[in-house]
C-alpha cells in the first residue's frame, strides 16, 4: 500500500530540485534496482508487485494499479526502488577522463556512463549545466552502470585548468583521430547536442579530434554519444 | 487548415499498417522535412506555422493549436509533412553492409540509419521483425539521413546465404575486434537489444567478434546503437 504522501514525494522526484531537497532518487525495475541493491547506494525504500527481493526486509507491496501512479515509465517494471543520492567518492586522477560541456539529453548522459563502465572510465565531469545525472531518463538509461563511475558537476574551466593533462575535444573540424596520437592520461571533452564544445572551453582544448565522415558532404553531425563512443574506444583501443 | 479527415489520416501514420495502406509517413520538422525535400523522397503535403518553405507551392499553413493535434512529439516543431513510402534503389552490393536482427528499438534504428549515413554504408538490411524504418521515431532519430541510405526489409537468413560474403556478428565471448583482420566487403550483424543475434542467424557467423571490455565484469552489455558504432568506425578506420 502506497500512501498519498509517500505518492507525492516519489513524483516530485522528477524534478532536480526535490531530489536535492529530499536526498533521494528513483531507480526501476527490478534488474536496475538489484544492481543498485549490489553497490554502495543506500537504499531508502522499495515498492514492488511481487516478492523478488528476498534480501531486502523492509518492502512495499504494492498493486499494478498503485505502480502505475508513482512509476515514470509508460509500462512500470515490476518494482520502484529510492536510493540516496551518494556523494561520490574521492576520484583517482589517472586514465582517460570524460568531461561533458552542457549536455543536454537524459538518454545520452545515461548511454555515456554506461560507455564509460564498459571502458573502465572512472571519472566523468560534467559541467553544471548539464543534465542531472540522477534524473530518471538517465537512471532508466545507464543500465545500472551508475553505481560504477565517479560523476562530478563542476566548473569544467576550472576544472580544466586544475588538471595539467592534454585536453582533446570532438569538433568538426579537428584532426582525424584515426590519425592521432591518443595518450592514456588525458580529458576528453563532449559538447552540447546542438552548439557542440562552448567557446570558453574550446580555448582549453590543446587537441582538436573529429571522426572523418565517409559519405555525403550533407550528413548531419554524429548524435554525441555515438561520437563519444568512437572516440573513447580510439583512445582505449591502444 | 487542416480537415478532420488528414487528422485521422495523419494520426494513423504512427501504425505500420496505416503507413503501409497509405503509402505515406511523417516527418516533423523545418530541418528535418528540408532534408526530405532536397532528396528524391516524394512530398504529399506540408503543413507548417509559418512559410518557411519558399520553394514549396502547395502548403496548408496551420495554428500551433492544430499541429498539435497531428504532431507526434510532445513540443510540435513548426512543420510536420507527409512523404511517400519509397521503393528504395537497387543496392549495390560492394564494401561493408550492415545488417540487423530483429531490432526493436525506434531510436536505436534510427541512429544506426544516421551512423550509416556518416561512414557510407549504402545497404542496411533489417530483417522482417525489425521496427519499421518509416516509424515517426525513427524518421526523428534519422536527422534526414535515411534519404541517403538503402533500407531493405527481407529474411536474412535468405540474404546472407546469397551473398556469398565473410559474416561478422558481434557476440560478448567473440574475438576482439581490435584483433581482428576486417575486410573492406563484408556483412555486419547486429542483434536484438534483448538477446542478440538469434540462433538460426548465428549459424551464419563467420566471424565472431566483441568489443573487449575494460570495466569490471558485472558490466552490462553495450547499447547496440553505440557497439554498432564502435564495430563499424573499425571497418572503416582501416
Not at 530540485?17 to 553497490?39: A, D, M, P, T
Not at 554506461?114 to 532508466?140: A, G, T, Y
Amino acid at each position: 500500500m502506497v500512501s498519498k504522501s509517500q505518492i507525492k514525494l516519489i513524483t516530485s522526484l522528477s524534478q532536480k530540485k526535490y531530489r536535492q531537497q529530499h536526498g533521494l532518487f528513483v531507480v526501476e525495475g527490478i534488474k536496475g534496482i538489484q544492481e543498485f541493491l549490489k553497490s554502495d547506494f543506500k537504499l531508502h525504500s522499495l515498492f514492488t508487485v511481487e516478492g523478488f527481493f528476498t534480501d531486502v526486509t523492509d518492502i512495499t507491496v504494492v498493486s499494478e494499479t498503485e505502480l502505475k501512479k508513482i512509476s515514470f515509465l509508460k509500462t512500470p517494471q515490476k518494482a520502484l526502488a529510492l536510493f540516496a543520492i551518494p556523494i561520490f567518492k574521492e576520484k583517482k586522477k589517472q586514465g582517460l577522463q570524460l568531461l561533458v560541456d552542457d549536455l543536454r539529453d537524459p538518454g545520452n548522459l545515461g548511454t555515456l556512463i554506461r560507455l564509460c563502465d564498459w571502458f573502465n572510465i572512472e571519472n566523468l565531469i560534467c559541467s553544471n549545466h548539464s543534465v542531472d545525472c540522477f534524473n530518471p531518463k538517465v537512471i532508466q538509461a545507464t543500465m545500472g552502470s551508475i553505481t560504477r563511475v565517479n560523476i562530478t558537476y563542476t566548473d569544467l574551466n576550472n576544472y580544466i585548468s586544475q588538471q595539467n593533462l592534454p585536453v582533446y575535444g570532438a569538433f568538426m573540424d579537428g584532426v582525424s583521430v584515426y590519425e592521432s596520437q591518443l595518450p592514456d592520461n588525458a580529458l576528453l571533452i563532449l559538447g552540447n547536442e546542438a552548439n557542440g564544445i562552448s567557446d570558453t572551453i574550446a580555448e582549453k582544448v590543446t587537441h582538436r579530434i573529429s571522426i572523418p565522415q565517409f559519405g555525403n558532404a550533407n550528413t548531419e553531425s554524429l548524435n554525441v554519444a555515438i561520437a563519444g563512443a568512437i572516440l573513447v574506444s580510439e583512445f582505449k583501443r591502444g
